[in-house]
């Protein structure tokens, strides 16, 4: 099996090195992450100049570019012959609910899914990669049950592990994401030079965390693992959209 490893975090993230080494555990593993850290980068690809590839001491190959920009490299040209599957992370914090529409770690997965290849993304809940042994526990699991059930569908699979100690786990759940109310506003502050800036605000307070959704079962110690579909189609209002008569 050949592996394409990438995360949001940067090619020097601790989290992209367990994920990568689980991940030889299982095949042929390219590891292909961005420079710098692109947390929040979403799906963005960088069409307004070209992009370089260098590889680090560790054998990593990094672009000074986006988590989508490096998967799709990846698989569009750098790679000889397609990757069976793109793994994404580990994150250093949770990507659930609405967090999934800007995570970068996401995207580089949505990324291969976009492009035929089954992808998961795998992030831990608790920033500063405390518990990083509990993560990567849960991604050999994971992937064990995937490279097992085999990979015939291209499938998209959001996951996240509990920050809690190994002993702390309580198993593994199949969820929906949750809902957030809306962010915070954006800080307003000036600069050195007395000039206006404005910082991003804080994500808002969990809306929606009941039972079944990835923040209640993350919170009760389990192991989310949310299938994604990226078609966009409001079907809920399709009618009423054709009865404008457009």
Request: negative net charge; charged residues 25%.
């Amino acid at each position: 099996m050949k592996i394409l490893v990438s995360n949001d975090d940067g090619y020097f993230s601790p989290g992209i090195e367990t994920l990568a080494r689980v991940a030889r555990s299982f095949g042929e593993v390219t590891v292909i992450a961005p420079e710098r850290d692109r947390s929040g980068a979403s799906n963005s690809l960088t069409l307004d100049r070209p992009l370089s590839v260098r590889k680090a001491a560790s054998g990593f190959l990094y672009v000074n570019g986006t988590p989508t920009d490096c998967v799709h490299i990846g698989i569009t040209g750098l790679l000889e012959g397609r990757p069976d599957l793109v793994i994404s992370g580990i994150n250093d914090g949770a990507n659930m609910g609405d967090d999934t529409i800007y995570s970068g770690t996401v995207a580089a997965a949505m990324e291969g899914h976009l492009l035929g290849v089954p992808a998961i993304a795998f992030s831990i809940a608790r920033r500063g990669f405390e518990h990083l042994d509990t993560a990567e526990r849960a991604v050999r699991q994971i992937l064990e049950r995937v490279v097992r059930k085999g990979l015939d569908e291209p499938m998209l699979l959001n996951v996240n592990i509990p920050g809690c100690p190994i002993e702390g786990l309580r198993g593994t759940r199949v969820t929906r994401l949750g809902k957030r109310h809306p962010t915070e506003g954006v800080i307003r502050t000036n600069n050195p030079r007395g000039e206006t800036i404005y910082w991003i605000g804080p994500v808002g307070s969990v809306r929606d965390a009941g039972e079944g959704t990835d923040f209640h079962a993350v919170d009760q110690g389990f192991v989310s693992v949310t299938p994604l579909d990226i078609d966009l189609t409001g079907r809920a209002q399709l009618d009423s959209v054709r009865s404008w008569a457009i």
